[in-house]
């Protein structure tokens, strides 16, 4: 079994009862988060999928407290090292990682990515993980690419995490058609609402996956759902 927390913008905590994984945790300068405590946040790994401050975000101070891991590209590793991170696994496109828990395989996104210093933050990210005996795609922040054709070719989706909400990312039509590409009917919505430029029409978006067979949840922030062998 797989709870899946969503903590808002693009920030997920995938906890399998004996692993946390924290994804890209922007919580403090998040508006929409203030009900979440982050001194209660206790992830065995971090994942950055790129440098923007709402990605990286708390990454350092969640670090910190918790001792976690933090799974990044090497630019983004050697920024956390001058700010005291020295647990990092720095990555990049196509390495495939084992862990204690599972796997991690890194996809493309098709994005920018620049630290909160202004300085360069290289490639973003995307990530294919297995945990709890399912395979999860994260995308990042990204626009539709080709590239999602190949995700079948390494794993069976049992759940996909998209950007849908339009300027910085995927619309919703383009992440319809990203369902289609990595050929994944569980979706899971981020990176919308958060500001003005990415707020969505929630009924239409779940009505435009619908039409298209897919089942697309907008997950509250704060809320769980749970994965297992009947989705």
């Known amino acids: 079994m797989l709870n899946i927390q969503y903590l808002g913008h693009s920030c997920f905590m995938l906890d399998d009862g004996t692993h946390r994984l924290l994804f890209d945790p922007f919580i403090s300068g998040n508006p929409m988060a203030e009900a979440i405590d982050i001194k209660s946040l206790m992830p065995h790994y971090i994942l950055v999928s790129h440098g923007h401050g709402d990605h990286i975000g708390d990454s350092v101070e969640i ?9 990044c590209n090497y630019e ?3 920024w956390l090292h001058k ?5 990092t696994h720095e990555v990049n496109y196509g390495g495939k990682l084992n862990f204690d828990f599972g796997f991690v395989k890194i996809v493309n996104a098709v994005h920018s990515s620049m630290l909160p210093d202004e300085t360069y933050g290289g490639n973003p990210l995307g990530f294919l ?7 999860i795609y994260y995308a990042g922040d990204t626009g539709l690419t080709m590239d999602m054709k190949l995700i079948p070719l390494w794993c069976k989706l049992d759940v996909a995490i998209l950007p ?3 300027t910085f990312t995927m619309d919703i039509d383009d ?6 590409f990595i050929e994944c009917n569980e979706i899971i919505g981020m990176h919308y609402d958060t500001f003005q430029p990415i707020k969505i029409n929630h009924e ?6 619908a039409d298209a067979g897919k089942k697309l949840k907008l997950l509250w922030v704060g809320e769980s759902i749970k994965v297992d062998s009947g989705q």
Request: aromatic share 2%; glycine share 10%; no cysteine.
């Open 164 to 166: 849908l909400g339009n």
């Open 175 to 180: 992440a319809v058609i990203a369902s289609n």
């Open 204 to 209: 239409e978006a779940r009505q435009k996956f």
């Open 76 to 78: 983004v590793g050697q």
């Open 129 to 135: 993980i297995n945990i709890a005996g399912k395979n």
């Open 83 to 87: 700010r005291g991170i020295t647990q």
């Open 63 to 71: 670090a910190h407290q918790s001792n976690a891991k933090i799974i």
